[in-house]
C-alpha cells in the first residue's frame, strides 16, 4: 500500500478491505490460541471505526457511501470459527466473532442483497442456538444491528423484516428453553430501537411469549415488554394498542385453551380480563366469525355477559367488513350465514336477512372496507375492493337502479353513500371514535386515493371534504407523503372540467409546504402539479389563473415551463388580477400563497406597468382594487394569518402610500335586510339563499381544518332541505316533482354553488345535542375576549329564535357559532337581533336593549377593566347591529306606505305591530352616550351623526318657539339665545370634523361660532395645514399652562409638521428636564429630532430605553441597523416594523384606508429604508468609487423614488416625512459622492417647493438654503419662485435674472451666439437639464409678463428661447403658442385682421408642435388650432388667404403624423365644422374624419351615422360621401359596421319619432321589428365612458395608448316590451341587455339632443379639469354625466341614470309623513298675493311667513333614512353638498334654467345630485313668461341637505373651487362650446330667420355670440344681476358669494313661477 497517500478517503477504505479479504479468502488462522483470535477478533471490531471516522468519536452517521464491511467480515468470521472446528474456539472467541461482525453493521453503507442477507440470518441463529448464553447474546446483538440496517433501507424494509422475524419465531419454538429465554431478550433489544414493522413484530413476538405456560418465558417477556413502555416512553396500551388487530385475535382463539394468556396480558394493561375483551371486540368478533369457532364467540360473549346477536349488533360494521373480505370461495356466504344464524337463534319469531343487517351500519362498514383500500399489501386491496363489490350485490336499497353490470352497481350503491364515508374517515383521522396510531392513520389516508380510484370523477361531489383533509394532513410531516399519495390519485380521477376548483389550493399547499416534504412526498408532489399543468393545463381555462407560481422551485422548472408557456399571452394586468382575486379567497393558504406571488409582482414585476397604475391625475380603476384585496389580507380574522398580514404590510409598502382621493374604492356588501321576520316563506327561501352563497359556500371550500367543515356541511345541508331542495334537482330523482318555484331557486344559485353543495342534497350530518345553559345577561362583562362574547351572545340568540322558518335556519349555525368562526356569528348577529326584537318578547328585548347599552358605556367607563381590542371591536358590533335596525326601520316605513297606497292591509300590519319594538331599542339608545362612545372608539362619522340630529331636533324645536312668538323682538330674543346654546355643540361638531380630516366642514362650522376659542383655530389651522399659526397658538397656550402635556404635544407637532427639528429637539430636552416621566409621550418626537440631526448615539440610548414603543421608535430601529450595515439586523428591523406600523390597518376594517393613511405612509417610509439600503451601500466615496452598474442603479432608485413620491397624497405634512426620511436614508451611507450629495440636494428643493405650495415661507426658504449648501443646480428657480409667491414680482425675476447670469444662462446675446451656444450645452448636458434650462426662460418670461415693464416682443423673444433650448418639449411650445394668443386677444379688433393674423399663424404653429410632441396640454391646444384653422377658412381676404394657406398645410402635416386618438378629443368640433364650405380645409377635414373612423369606429359611427340623418343637406351629403369612401375599408370591421350603424340609426329615429297617443306599452317587434334583427350586434352601447377619449398620464407612451375601453359592452339584446313615459314627448323607454351582462336603459325621443350632448362633452371635459387640480381631486368634485347621442337634429337616445329619484317626490312623501299636503288653496292664496306685491321686501316676508313657515325644511330626513350607516351617510351628504355645488357653477355659467325639482335627481347609492333636461340653456329661462331671476336652486331644501352649516364649509369651498378652475380654463371651454356656432341648435336657426327679417346682415355668429357673449363673461368674472343688467368684475370668493345671496334671496325666490316651487 505504498501508493495510498494519493488515494481519496472511501478508496482507502475500500483498498483497506480488500487487503483483509485477500488475506483471509486464501489463508487460514495463522494463529489460532485463543488469545490471538480474541485480540484478532476486537481489532477487526475497530478497523470500522478507524476506517469510517479516524481519531474521531464514533458515530453511525457515515460520512463515506458504498464502503461494505459485511461481507468481508462474514468471509472472515466463517474463517475464524472454522480456524480449529467450532466446536473446539471457546465461547469467549466465538462471541467476540459475532461482536465484530456486529460492529461491521454500524458502518455498512454498501447495499445488503437477499443471498447475502440470508447467509448472515444463518450464520446469526446458529449463534443464538449456541449452548453458551454469552455468545447467544452475542449473536442477538448482532442480529439488532441487522434490523437497524434493514430498517435504514426505506424501499423494501418491510418484506426483509418478515423474513428476520420469521428466523426469529422458529427459535422460540426451539425446545431449549435457554434458546428461547436468549432469543426473547434479543427480540426486547430490537424492540428499542425499532419503529413501525419492527417494533409491530417485535411486540406481537414478546405478547405470545409472555402467554407461554413456562414462568421463565414468561417472565422475561413481560419484563421485555415493560422494557419496551418505558424506552418508548407511552403506556402499555398505547404501545400494543397499533398492533392489536394481530394480539387480541390470538389471545382470544387460545381463550379456552390457555386463558392465562389473556390474564396475564390484561394484567399488563392494567385492566380486568372482562374490559379488556370488551376492548378488543372489534378485533376479536370478526376473525372468530370468519374462522367458525362458535365455543369462542360464546366464551367471548360468556364473559361479557351477554348474548352474542347482541355483540354482532354492536360491531356489526367490523364483523361484516371483514367477512365481506374473506377471499376464500364461499367464505364470505359461509360466516354471513353463521352471522344470521346467531342472530336469528336469538329471536327465531322475527327472523332478519342480510339485508336487514346492513340497514344497520351501511356507511360504517362501506368506511372500514375503504379504510383497507389504504393499506399497502396489495392483496388486502384487492380483498377490500371484492368487499365492496360484494357488499352493494348485498344490499337492497330503494333508492338503487338495478343493473346487470355489478361494477355499475358497486359504482352507483358507492356514490349514494361517499359524503358518509368520507365524513367516517375524518372522523377517524381526528379520532372522534377513538386513538389512532400515526401508521392507522396514514392507512386512512391513503384510502382517500384508493376510494377515489374506486368512484371515478364522481369523487368531485365530494372534493371540498378531501380537499380540507389533504391540506390540513400534508403539513403535517409524519402523514405528508400518504396524504400526497392520494392527493395525485385524487387529482388524476376526476374528469378535466373538475379539475379546476382544485388548482389553486393544491398548488399553493404544495409551494408553501415544499421543504417539508420527504423526498418521496416531492415526488408525490411533483406528479400533482405536473399533471395539472403538464397534462391538463390547455383544459383549466380560467381556473389557470389560480395555480400558484412553481418557479422558486428548482424540482418544478418542467412544470414552470409549461405553466409559462400556458400564460405567455397574459397581459401584466391579467396577471395582476388574477393575484388579487387569489389573495382575496378564503382559503387562507391560497391567500397567503398569493401574497408571496403579489410581493414578487411588484418587486420584480413589469415596472413600467406598475408605475402607470398609479401615474397622474386619475389612477387605473385596478388600484381600486388593489388596496381592498391588501387591506382583506391585513384584516383577515383568523388567528393563523400572520402571515398573510405581514405580506399584507409588505406589499401596501411597495405599493406605496396612494393618494386616496385619486381612486375609488371597490366595496362589496352583501347585507340582507329581512323585512317580514321569516313570516314570509319567499324571502326566508332568499335568506337561506344568502347564508349559502355569500357566506357557507366559500368558508365550506376553502376551510383546511376538517374539524370545522363538518359544521359547515351540516348547516348547508340543513338551509338546503329547508329550500326544498332535494335530490331530484341533481337528476338522481324524479325531476319532473320538483316544484318550479323550487327549481328557479336553485337555478338562481351560481354553478360553482352548485357543484358544492349538491352532494350535501343527500348527507345526514346531524347536529351535537349537548345540554345547553342559557348566559346571564349581561353578557359583555362576563366574557375577557371579543371572541368569547360575540360567540356566546350570538349562540343564546339563536336559541331564543321564535317560529318555525326562523328557528330552522339560524339553528344549523349552532355548532359554527358556538365553537368556530367569529365572522359567521358576527354576519348572523344583526338578522338574530332584529328577529328577536321583532318578535315581540319583552324579557329578550330588554335583554338585548342592556346588552347594547353595557357595552356602549363601557366606551366611556373611566374604570372599564376590559382590554382596548375587546372594547373596540364590541361597539363596532354594536354600531354594526344599531346600523342594521335603522335599515330595517328605513325598509319597513317605505313598505308601510307602499302597502297604504295599494290598499295591502296584510303585510301592513304585521310590519306596522313591529315596528314600534324595533324603534323603542334604537330610539331608548341615549344620543349623548352615542356621541361619546363613537368618539371614543374613534368612529368620528357616527358621532357627527348623532350631534347634528341633536342639534337639529333643538333647532326645530327654537322655530316652533320662534313662530308662538309674539313679537319680533321675541323671536330676536329666542334667535339668540338659541344660537348662543348651541355654543358648545357647534365646538364639538368643530373638533368632529377635525378628526375626520374635512377642513371644509370645520369652515362651515366656524362661521357658526361666535367667538373661537383658542383650540377652535388650533384645530383650523392644523386641518388647513397652516403649521406656522398652529405653532403661535400652542405658544400662547403654554404661556398659561406650562405644565400641559397635550399643549407640549401640539407645540411638538406643529415644530414636526414645519421641519424645526433643531427646535424640536431643543424643546424635548428642555420639557423633559422638568417632567421626566413624560418621556414615554415625548420618546417618539425626541427620537426623531435627534435622527434628523444626526445624533446616532441618542438615538440608540433612547431606542434602548424607551418603554413605550410609537412609530418613530421602529422606524429608529430600522436606521440603526442599516448605519451598522447588518444585514440580518436589517432584515429583522424592517419586519418588526412592518408588523407594528402596520396594526392600526388591521384595526380600522376594510374600508378604513383613508383613516388609516399614516400606517399606510409609515409603511411606504419603512420600505423605501429597505431599498435605499440595498442600493445606496453600492455607491462608494468619491465619483471613482462608483462603477457603472452602481450607477445604473442608482438612477433606476431615484425614478423608482421620484414616482412613488408622485402617487402620494400631495399635502406637505405627508410628503416632508418621506423625504426627510430619505434624506436620513442616504446621509447615513457615508457617501460623498456627488451622486448622493446631489438627490439630497434635489429632495430639499422639493421639499421648498411643497412647503412654499402649503404657504410655509420660513420652512421653504429653509430648505433652499440646504439645497444650496448641496451646490444644488438651478435652486435659484425655487428661490425665485419663493420671492414671487410673497408677492412681489419685480424682485422675483431680478433674482432669477441675476442666479441666470452666475449659472452660465446670457440675457443679451444675439440669436445666432444663443443658437451655437445652446448647441455646445446640448453637447455637454443631458435632456433633463435641458429641460430644466428651458423651464427657467419660461419662468423669467412669465415673471416679465407679470411685471407688465416689458414689451410683448421681449416676453415673445424669452418663450422663444425655451422653445430653442428644448423644441421638441410640449409644455415650451403651449406656453409660446398661449402668449401669442393672449396677445391677439388683447388686440383691437381692427388689428385683429392684420398684425392678429400673425400672431394666429404662430399660435397655430407652436399648437401644433405641442400637439405633436405631447398630450398634457392636449385640451388647451388642439380646440384652439381648429378654430384659428377653420374659422380662418371661411374668412375672406388676400391676406388671410395666405395664412390660411400656411395653417392649412400645417393641419395636414399634423393629421397624417399625431395619432388619431388626439384628434378625438376634440371630435366633436371636428363634425360640427363638416359643412364648411372651404374646399382645400374641407379635404384635410375629410380625410381626419375618415381616418378618425377608420380608427376607431365603434365610437365614431355613433355620431358621425347621425350627421348623415342630418336636416342638412349639405352635411348629410358630405357625411354620406365619406361614409360610402369608407365602405371598401377592411381594416377593424369598418365596412360592415358602417351598413349596421346606418340600419340601426334609422330604426332608432323611426323609433324616437313615433307617435304615441296613450301610454301603453309597445312591442319593439311590432314597431321597430327591423331593429331587433340588427341584434345582437359588434355596435357598442352608447355609454358616455364609452364614447369618451382618454388621455394617457405621459407623452411617452402616446403611440401605445388605448384612448377608450377594450372590453366596451355591445349590443346583445333589446328587450321586446317599450314602456311609454308620461312627459310630453312621450319618449320611449329601451332596455340593453349588454356583453358585459348588465342590462342598460335609454329614452328614445323626439328632440334636438345635440344640445345635452354637448353639454356632456363639456362637462366630461370640466370632469378631467376636476381631476387634474389636487383641490378639486381632493374633494372629489365631479359632475355625473351619461351618454346622450343625438341622432340628428330632432331626436336620439338619452341614457337612464340607475338608482335615481328625483327631488320632488323625495320631499312630497316627507312632507305627507309629517301630515303637510303638496298644494292647498291657502298656498295658492299667498302666491296670488305675493304676485300682485310690487314691494320685494314685503313680498319676501310673505314668502317666509305664509309658505316657508308651514313647509319646514327636510331634507336632512332623507338622508338619515336612506344612509343609516354614519359613515355611508357622511359621504353621501359630501357627495350631494359638492356635486349641487359643482352643477350650480356650471349651470350658472351656462345659463341652465328650469331647475325644478324633477330635473334634479339623487342618487341612492351615494347621495349625487344628477342634472337632467337641458333644454333651457345660455340664459333662457330669463325670457320665460315668469323670468327666472335666480342662478341656480339654492332654496331651503336643497340648503337643508347640506347638513347644519348650510351653504358655508362644504358648498361654498367647492362652489369657489369649480369657478376657479371654470375661470381658469375659460378658454378651453369656449373652445368646446364652439360647436355650436357651426352646427346650430334649431331654436338658434330659427332665432336667426327671425332676426333675419329685420336686419339682412345678421348671421350665425351673430345669433350665437348673442348666447355665448355671456358665457365668456362669466368665465372673465363679470357678475350681472340679469343679462341685460350691467357688470362687475369679482374675484372669485367674492362672485360665490354674490351668486348664493342671489339664488337665496327670499324675494327673488318669492318671484319664481309657483311650479318651479321655490318653498321645496
Known amino acids: 500500500m505504498d501508493d495510498d497517500y494519493s488515494l481519496s478517503d472511501i478508496e482507502f477504505a475500500c483498498r483497506s478491505l480488500a487487503e483483509v479479504d485477500s488475506r ?67 465461547a469467549n472467541v466465538r462471541a467476540e466473532v459475532y461482536d465484530a461482525l456486529g460492529k461491521s453493521f454500524i458502518h455498512h453503507t454498501s447495499p445488503v442483497d437477499d443471498r447475502m442477507l440470508e447467509e448472515l440470518l444463518g450464520f446469526i441463529t446458529r449463534g443464538m442456538r449456541d449452548s453458551f448464553r454469552t455468545v447467544r447474546l452475542a449473536a442477538g446483538r448482532t442480529l439488532v444491528n441487522v434490523v437497524k440496517l434493514v430498517q435504514s433501507l426505506t424501499d423494501r424494509s418491510a418484506d426483509l423484516l418478515v423474513a428476520i422475524f420469521q428466523r426469529v419465531s422458529a427459535l422460540f419454538k426451539h425446545s431449549d428453553t435457554r434458546i428461547r429465554e436468549t432469543t426473547v431478550i434479543t427480540v426486547g433489544l430490537i424492540g428499542k430501537v425499532s419503529i413501525g414493522v419492527a417494533l409491530q413484530e417485535t411486540v406481537c413476538a414478546l405478547v405470545s411469549q409472555a402467554c407461554e405456560n413456562n414462568p421463565i418465558i414468561k417472565g422475561s417477556a413481560v419484563l421485555q415488554l415493560h422494557a419496551l413502555v418505558k424506552r418508548h416512553g407511552k403506556t402499555a396500551y398505547s404501545l400494543t394498542a397499533p398492533y392489536m388487530h394481530r394480539i387480541a385475535p390470538y389471545l382470544i382463539r387460545r381463550l379456552r385453551s390457555h386463558p392465562q394468556g389473556v390474564h396475564e396480558f390484561s394484567r399488563f394493561l392494567s385492566v380486568t380480563q372482562q374490559e379488556f375483551i370488551k376492548l378488543t371486540l372489534q378485533h376479536t368478533l ?33 364483523i361484516l367488513a371483514h367477512a365481506f373480505m374473506l377471499q376464500g370461495i364461499g367464505h364470505t356466504n359461509k360466516t354471513i350465514n353463521l352471522i344470521l344464524h346467531v342472530l336469528n337463534s336469538a329471536n327465531p319469531r322475527s327472523p332478519v336477512g342480510i339485508s336487514t343487517l346492513l340497514d344497520t351500519c351501511n356507511v360504517l362498514l362501506l368506511t372500514e372496507i375503504v379504510v383497507c383500500l389504504g393499506d399497502e399489501d396489495a392483496d388486502i386491496v384487492e380483498a377490500a375492493s371484492q368487499g365492496l363489490r360484494k357488499v352493494a350485490r348485498a344490499y337492497k336499497s330503494p333508492r338503487s337502479q338495478p343493473s346487470n353490470d355489478p361494477d355499475e352497481q358497486c359504482l352507483a350503491f358507492l356514490k349514494e353513500h361517499m359524503l358518509g ?29 384508493g376510494f377515489a380510484r374506486q368512484i371515478g370523477p364522481a369523487i368531485a361531489n365530494v372534493a371540498p371534504q378531501i380537499m380540507a383533509t389533504l391540506q390540513t394532513m400534508v403539513v403535517i410531516p409524519q402523514f405528508s407523503d400518504a396524504a400526497l399519495q392520494s392527493w395525485h390519485t385524487f387529482l388524476a380521477t376526476l374528469e378535466p372540467g373538475d379539475i379546476g ?14 421543504s417539508l416534504f420527504s ?111 391588501l387591506y382583506y389580507a391585513a384584516c383577515r380574522d383568523d388567528e393563523r394569518a400572520e402571515a398573510l398580514r405581514d405580506l399584507a404590510f409588505d406589499c401596501i409598502g411597495i405599493v406605496g402610500a396612494i393618494d386616496p382621493d385619486r381612486f375609488e374604492l371597490r366595496v362589496n356588501d352583501h347585507r340582507m335586510i329581512m323585512l317580514s321576520n321569516f313570516t314570509d316563506e319567499t324571502e326566508s327561501a332568499l335568506f337561506a339563499l344568502h347564508l349559502i352563497r355569500d357566506v357557507l359556500v366559500g368558508a365550506f371550500r376553502s376551510t383546511s381544518d376538517i374539524s370545522y367543515q363538518p359544521y359547515l356541511a351540516y348547516a348547508i345541508q340543513q338551509l338546503l332541505s329547508f329550500c326544498q331542495f332535494t335530490t331530484a334537482l341533481v337528476g338522481t330523482g324524479r325531476s319532473n316533482s320538483v316544484p318550479i318555484k323550487v327549481r328557479n331557486r336553485w337555478n338562481s344559485l351560481p354553478k360553482d354553488v352548485h357543484t358544492t353543495v349538491a352532494p350535501l342534497l343527500a348527507s345526514q350530518f346531524t347536529a351535537d345535542s349537548t345540554a345547553y345553559k342559557p348566559p346571564a345577561y349581561p353578557i359583555y362583562h362576563s366574557k375577557t375576549t371579543y371572541r368569547e362574547w360575540v360567540q356566546t351572545w350570538t349562540n343564546d340568540l339563536i336559541r331564543k329564535a321564535s317560529g318555525d322558518e326562523a328557528k330552522k335556519i339560524f339553528g344549523a349555525f349552532i355548532g359554527i357559532v358556538r365553537d368556530n368562526d367569529v365572522s359567521i356569528a358576527r354576519h348572523l348577529l344583526p338578522h338574530l337581533v332584529l328577529h328577536i326584537l321583532s318578535s315581540g318578547n319583552p324579557d329578550h328585548t330588554e335583554a338585548i336593549r342592556t346588552e347594547l347599552l353595557v357595552v356602549l358605556e363601557d366606551q366611556v367607563a373611566p374604570d372599564s377593566t376590559s382590554s382596548p381590542d375587546k372594547k373596540l371591536y364590541s361597539a363596532q358590533t354594536v354600531f354594526m347591529l344599531l346600523d342594521h335596525l335603522n335599515k330595517w326601520i328605513l325598509a319597513a316605513r317605505q313598505e308601510v306606505m307602499k302597502r297604504q297606497k295599494s290598499n295591502n292591509s296584510i303585510l301592513d300590519t304585521d310590519v306596522s305591530l313591529r315596528l314600534p319594538c324595533v324603534e323603542s331599542v334604537v330610539e331608548v339608545i341615549d344620543q349623548g352616550l352615542m356621541i361619546k362612545a363613537a368618539f371614543q372608539c374613534k368612529d368620528y362619522a357616527r358621532a357627527l351623526m348623532n350631534l347634528e340630529q341633536q342639534l337639529t331636533v333643538q333647532r326645530l324645536r327654537d322655530e316652533e318657539k320662534k313662530r308662538e312668538a309674539p313679537d319680533d323682538t321675541s323671536r330676536r330674543e329666542i334667535e339668540a339665545k338659541s344660537y348662543q346654546d348651541h355654543q358648545d355643540q357647534y365646538e364639538r361638531l368643530h373638533e368632529l370634523y377635525s378628526y375626520l380630516d374635512e377642513p371644509d366642514g370645520m369652515e362651515g362650522v366656524s362661521t357658526l361660532i361666535l367667538s373661537p376659542s383658542l383650540e377652535h383655530q388650533i384645530r383650523e389651522y392644523e386641518s388647513t395645514g397652516n403649521w406656522t399659526s398652529a405653532q403661535s397658538c400652542w405658544e400662547v397656550q403654554l404661556q398659561y399652562e406650562p405644565d400641559n402635556l397635550d399643549y407640549h404635544l401640539g407645540l411638538l407637532r406643529s415644530l414636526r409638521n414645519l421641519g424645526h427639528y433643531d427646535t424640536l429637539r431643543t424643546h424635548v430636552m428642555g420639557v423633559l428636564t422638568k417632567h421626566p416621566d413624560w418621556s414615554a409621550h415625548l420618546v417618539g418626537y425626541q427620537v426623531e429630532s435627534e435622527w434628523m440631526v444626526g445624533h446616532w448615539d441618542n438615538v440608540q440610548t433612547l431606542v434602548d430605553q424607551a418603554e413605550a414603543r410609537p412609530a418613530p421608535i421602529f422606524l429608529a430601529q430600522v436606521l440603526l441597523a442599516m448605519r451598522t450595515g447588518d444585514e440580518v439586523r436589517v432584515k429583522a428591523s424592517l419586519s418588526e416594523a412592518r408588523r407594528v406600523l402596520g396594526a392600526p390597518i388591521t384595526a380600522s376594517g376594510l374600508n378604513g384606508y383613508r383613516r388609516s393613511y399614516d400606517a399606510v405612509v409609515n409603511l411606504h417610509l419603512v420600505h423605501e429604508l429597505k431599498i435605499i439600503n440595498g442600493i445606496v451601500k453600492e455607491i462608494r466615496e468619491g465619483p471613482s468609487g462608483a462603477t457603472q452598474g452602481s450607477q445604473k442603479s442608482f438612477d433606476k432608485l431615484l425614478q423608482h423614488l421620484s414616482a412613488r413620491f408622485d402617487l402620494t397624497l400631495p399635502t406637505f405634512r405627508i410628503r416632508e416625512p418621506i423625504l426627510n426620511m430619505r434624506r436620513t436614508a442616504f446621509n447615513l451611507s457615508g457617501s460623498h459622492s456627488g451622486v448622493v450629495k446631489d438627490a439630497i440636494g434635489k429632495w430639499w428643493l422639493t421639499s421648498s417647493k411643497i412647503a412654499r405650495k402649503a404657504g410655509h415661507t420660513q420652512t421653504a426658504y429653509s430648505a433652499i438654503l440646504q439645497a444650496q449648501r448641496c451646490n444644488t443646480e438651478f435652486s435659484f428657480v425655487e428661490g425665485a419662485r419663493l420671492i414671487r409667491a410673497r408677492g412681489d414680482p419685480l424682485r422675483a425675476l431680478q433674482e432669477l435674472e441675476k442666479s441666470m447670469r452666475l449659472s452660465g444662462f446670457s440675457l443679451g446675446e444675439t440669436r445666432d451666439e444663443r443658437r451655437d451656444r445652446d448647441r455646445a450645452v446640448d453637447l455637454a448636458v443631458g435632456p433633463d437639464k435641458l429641460r430644466t434650462r428651458a423651464k427657467v426662460h419660461i419662468l423669467r418670461a412669465r415673471y416679465m409678463s407679470d411685471t407688465e415693464r416689458f414689451e410683448d416682443s421681449r416676453v415673445f423673444k424669452e418663450y422663444k428661447r425655451a422653445t430653442e433650448t428644448l423644441a421638441k418639449w410640449e409644455s415650451a411650445q403651449f406656453h409660446l403658442g398661449q402668449f401669442q394668443d393672449d396677445c391677439f386677444k388683447a388686440l383691437p379688433e381692427n388689428e385683429k385682421r392684420t398684425r392678429g393674423l400673425r400672431m394666429n399663424l404662430q399660435t397655430a404653429r407652436s399648437f401644433t408642435l405641442a400637439i405633436k410632441y405631447g398630450s398634457k396640454y392636449i385640451y388647451q391646444t388642439l380646440p384652439r388650432v381648429l378654430t384659428i384653422w377653420l374659422d380662418l377658412a371661411e374668412t375672406d381676404g388676400t391676406d388671410v388667404a395666405t395664412i390660411f394657406h400656411k395653417i392649412n398645410e400645417d393641419a395636414r402635416r399634423l393629421v397624417r403624423d399625431v395619432p388619431v386618438w388626439k384628434w378625438y ?4 368640433q371636428v363634425v360640427s365644422r363638416i359643412g364648411i364650405r372651404n374646399q382645400a380645409a374641407y379635404e384635410v377635414l375629410a380625410t381626419l374624419l375618415q381616418n378618425a373612423i377608420q380608427e376607431y369606429p365603434k365610437q365614431a359611427l355613433w355620431l358621425f351615422t347621425a350627421v348623415a340623418k342630418s336636416t342638412s343637406k349639405q352635411r348629410s351629403d358630405r357625411s354620406k360621401a365619406i361614409l360610402n369612401a369608407l365602405r371598401t375599408c377592411r381594416r377593424n370591421n369598418v365596412s360592415s359596421l358602417i351598413s349596421t350603424m346606418t340600419n340601426m340609426t334609422t330604426e332608432l ?26 341584434i345582437p350586434s359588434q355596435v357598442i352601447i352608447p355609454l358616455q365612458e364609452s364614447l369618451t377619449a382618454s388621455v394617457p398620464p405621459t407623452s411617452s407612451s402616446d403611440a401605445q395608448h388605448h384612448p377608450f375601453p377594450l372590453n366596451a359592452p355591445t349590443f346583445v339584446r333589446i328587450h321586446d316590451e317599450i314602456e311609454v313615459m308620461t312627459s310630453m314627448a312621450k319618449p320611449k323607454k329601451l332596455t340593453i341587455q349588454g356583453s358585459d351582462g348588465k342590462i342598460y336603459t335609454f329614452l328614445a325621443k323626439k328632440d334636438d339632443l345635440r344640445k345635452d350632448s354637448r353639454l356632456m362633452d363639456f362637462n366630461a371635459i370640466l370632469n378631467k379639469l376636476l381631476k387634474s387640480d389636487s383641490d378639486s381631486r381632493r374633494r372629489q368634485l365631479h359632475i355625473r354625466t351619461y351618454g346622450v347621442v343625438s341622432l340628428n337634429e330632432v331626436a336620439g337616445l338619452i341614457q337612464w ?84 355645488a359643482v352643477m350650480s357653477m356650471v349651470g350658472y355659467i351656462l345659463g341652465l334654467g328650469d331647475r325644478h325639482c324633477e330635473n334634479i335627481l339623487l342618487d341612492t347609492g351615494c347621495g349625487d345630485a344628477i342634472h337632467v333636461d337641458f333644454d333651457c340653456l345660455f340664459e333662457k329661462g330669463q325670457a320665460l313668461e315668469t323670468p327666472e331671476i335666480v342662478p341656480f336652486r339654492l332654496t331651503q331644501n336643497i340648503v337643508d341637505g347640506f347638513g347644519v352649516t348650510g351653504v358655508e364649509g362644504v358648498f361654498r369651498i367647492a362652489c369657489e373651487v369649480t369657478l376657479r378652475l371654470l375661470r381658469e380654463n375659460k378658454d378651453c371651454l369656449m373652445n368646446v362650446l364652439d360647436a355650436f356656432v357651426h352646427d346650430p341648435l334649431v331654436e338658434w336657426e330659427d332665432k336667426l330667420r327671425r332676426m333675419s327679417r329685420g336686419n339682412k346682415l345678421v348671421d350665425m355668429r351673430t345669433v350665437s355670440q348673442d348666447a355665448l357673449a355671456p358665457i365668456e363673461e362669466k368665465l372673465r368674472g363679470i357678475f350681472k344681476h340679469f343679462k341685460s343688467s350691467p357688470g362687475k368684475q369679482l374675484s372669485v370668493s367674492n362672485h360665490v358669494q354674490s351668486l348664493i345671496l342671489q339664488a337665496s334671496d327670499n324675494a327673488n325666490l318669492a318671484r319664481m313661477y309657483i311650479g318651479w316651487a321655490s318653498y321645496h
Open 1697 to 1780: 341614470v340607475p338608482n335615481t329619484i328625483p327631488i320632488r317626490p323625495v320631499i312630497l312623501k316627507l312632507y305627507a309623513r309629517r301630515g303637510i299636503p303638496a298644494w292647498s288653496p291657502s298656498l295658492k292664496e299667498t302666491v296670488d298675493k305675493i304676485k300682485a306685491e310690487t314691494d320685494n321686501v314685503r313680498a319676501a316676508k310673505l314668502f317666509v311667513d305664509r309658505i316657508l313657515g308651514e313647509y319646514p325644511p327636510v331634507m336632512h330626513e332623507w338622508f338619515i333614512e336612506t344612509f343609516p350607516e354614519p359613515s355611508v351617510w357622511l359621504a353621501s351628504r359630501t357627495a350631494y353638498s359638492r356635486t349641487s
Open 421 to 449: 364515508i368520507i365524513s367516517n374517515l375524518n372522523d377517524m383521522l381526528q379520532e372522534i371514535r377513538g386513538k389512532r396510531s400515526v401508521d392507522s392513520k396514514r392507512q386512512i389516508l391513503r384510502s382517500f386515493g
Open 286 to 318: 370478526p376473525r372468530l366469525y370468519a374462522d367458525g369457532d362458535l365455543r369462542a364467540i360464546e366464551a367471548v360473549a360468556s364473559d361479557i355477559g351477554c348474548h352474542a346477536a347482541m355483540l354482532i349488533l354492536d360491531q356489526a360494521h367490523h
Open 1549 to 1574: 329615429l323611426k323609433l324616437s319619432k313615433l307617435d304615441v297617443s296613450d301610454r301603453k306599452p309597445l312591442n319593439l317587434s311590432r314597431v321597430c321589428g327591423d331593429l331587433q334583427r340588427l
Open 501 to 514: 376548483p382544485n388548482v389553486g389550493p393544491t398548488s399553493a399547499s404544495f409551494v408553501a409546504s415544499w
Open 1465 to 1468: 378629443t376634440a371630435f366633436p
Open 24 to 90: 483471509f479468502a486464501q489463508d487460514p488462522v495463522w494463529n489460532s490460541a485463543p488469545d490471538a483470535l480474541q485480540a484478532l477478533c476486537r481489532r477487526l471490531g475497530e478497523l470500522p471505526c478507524l476506517l469510517m471516522h479516524g481519531n474521531q468519536v464514533c458515530s453511525s452517521e457515515s460520512r463515506l457511501r458504498a464502503v461494505g464491511f459485511v461481507a468481508v467480515y462474514l468471509k472472515v468470521a466463517f474463517r475464524i470459527l472454522e480456524s480449529d472446528g467450532s466446536s473446539k474456539i471457546p
Open 519 to 629: 423526498e418521496r412526498g416531492r415526488q408525490a408532489a411533483k406528479q400533482c402539479l405536473d399533471y395539472m399543468v403538464i397534462i391538463r393545463g390547455e383544459e383549466l381555462g380560467s381556473h389557470l389563473a389560480e395555480v400558484a407560481d412553481l418557479g422558486t422551485i428548482p424540482e418544478l422548472a418542467e412544470s414552470n415551463a409549461v405553466l409559462a408557456q400556458l400564460r405567455s399571452t397574459w397581459t401584466p394586468q391579467h396577471r395582476l388580477t388574477s393575484l388579487l382575486q387569489r389573495l382575496e379567497s378564503e382559503s387562507l393558504v391560497v391567500a397567503t400563497q398569493a401574497g408571496v406571488e403579489l410581493k414578487a409582482f411588484l418587486l420584480e414585476g413589469d415596472q413600467e406597468y406598475i408605475r402607470s397604475l398609479t401615474f397622474g391625475d386619475v389612477f387605473d380603476p385596478l388600484v381600486g382594487h388593489i388596496i381592498p384585496a
